[in-house]
């Protein structure tokens, strides 16, 4: 896979995720931030940090980025969320507007 094709998404405490831009743009806020002409500094250098999403939550994240693919191409698969992450998942979707 070829960098351009990827975004790097860094959590609060530092950890990088490198995904696939498809993935990452099932996101409102980052396929604004990734396509937009308005000069973001993400569009340029793909990488997007979120300070306010902690690592195991953006790990779900990007798990979901990659289900919502998936469904969108017909495979039905569970996308199962652990009761305790829940408000914190909330809050993230809230936010990338997913």
């Known amino acids: 896979m070829r960098k351009e094709d990827t975004i790097t998404l860094v959590s609060a405490e530092g950890f990088e995720f490198v995904i696939d831009r498809k993935a990452a743009v099932v996101s409102n806020t980052l396929k604004s931030m990734l396509s937009s002409s308005g000069g973001f500094k993400e569009t340029e250098v793909g990488e997007v940090k ?16 990659y289900w919502s693919l998936q469904f969108s191409n017909g495979i039905e698969t569970e996308f199962d969320i652990e009761p305790e992450m829940t408000p914190d998942l909330i809050m993230a979707a809230n936010f990338l507007h997913t």
């Open 50 to 65: 979120l300070p306010e999403i902690s690592t195991p939550v953006l790990e779900k994240v990007c798990e979901f980025f």
